[in-house]
C-alpha cells in the first residue's frame, strides 16, 4: 500500500505511522531522512540536494521528487510505503503523481487527521509537561510558540493538499482528536485491514 498521512503537527500523524509500519511492514518514509541517506550515499540526486544545502538553500520540489522516485525503488519499498510530511504543497502533490505515474505506479490512500487547533495546542503544552515529567528532553517544537509559528506554515502551505486530494476522490479523514486506538480502528477501516 502507498499512503499518504496528511494534518497539521501534532495530530497524531507520525503515532499512526509507526503502528502501520508494524501491521503492514512497509517503511515510513521521512524526506528529510532520504535527504540525509542521498546526500551521505554520494548518488547523483544527493550530490545535488548536497551542492543546495551547503549554500543554505532550501531542497527544490524536483530535487525533493527524485530522492523520493530513488528510495520507493529500494526492496523495502517496492510493495510500499508511508509518506508523513510529505507533500508539503499542491506542487510537490503535482511532482510526486506524475513521478508515480511514470512508474506504473499509484496511491492507494490519503488519510486526512482533523483536529480542532485550540485543542491540539493543549496536547502540545501537555505532552511538552509530560515528556519533562519523565524527565526526558523536550522537543523544540513542543513549545506553543514554536508549535504556533508551524500550525500557521501548515495552513498556508499544506492544508490546500485536502482539496487537491479531494478533487481527486482519494482524500479520507478520521477524528485525530479521538483517542489512539479509535484512531487507529478508523484508519484500519480506510484501508480495509
Known amino acids: 500500500m502507498r499512503i499518504i498521512l496528511l494534518g497539521p503537527p501534532g495530530a497524531g500523524k507520525g503515532t499512526q505511522a509507526v503502528r502501520l509500519v508494524e501491521r503492514l511492514g512497509i517503511p515510513q518514509l521521512s524526506t528529510g531522512d532520504m535527504l540525509r541517506a542521498a546526500v551521505a550515499a554520494g548518488t547523483p540526486v544527493g550530490l545535488k540536494a548536497k551542492a543546495v544545502m551547503d549554500r543554505g538553500d532550501l531542497v527544490s520540489d524536483d530535487i525533493v521528487v527524485g530522492i523520493i522516485a530513488d528510495r520507493i525503488e529500494e526492496p523495502d519499498a517496492r510493495s510500499g510505503f508511508i509518506l508523513d510530511g510529505f507533500p508539503r504543497t499542491v506542487a510537490q502533490a503535482e511532482a510526486f503523481d506524475a513521478m508515480l505515474a511514470a512508474k506504473g505506479l499509484k496511491l492507494d490512500a ?84
Open 110 to 193: 490519503v488519510i486526512e487527521f482533523k483536529v480542532n487547533e485550540a485543542e491540539l495546542v493543549d496536547r502540545i503544552v501537555k505532552r511538552a509537561k509530560d515528556t519533562e515529567a519523565r524527565g526526558e528532553p523536550v522537543r523544540k517544537d513542543d513549545n506553543p510558540d514554536v508549535f504556533k509559528t508551524r500550525l500557521e506554515a501548515y495552513r498556508k502551505q499544506t492544508a490546500p493538499l485536502s482539496a487537491y486530494y479531494d478533487s481527486k476522490g482519494m482524500l479520507r479523514t478520521v477524528d485525530g482528536m479521538k483517542p489512539i486506538d479509535e484512531v487507529t480502528d478508523a484508519v484500519k477501516g480506510i484501508l480495509g485491514r
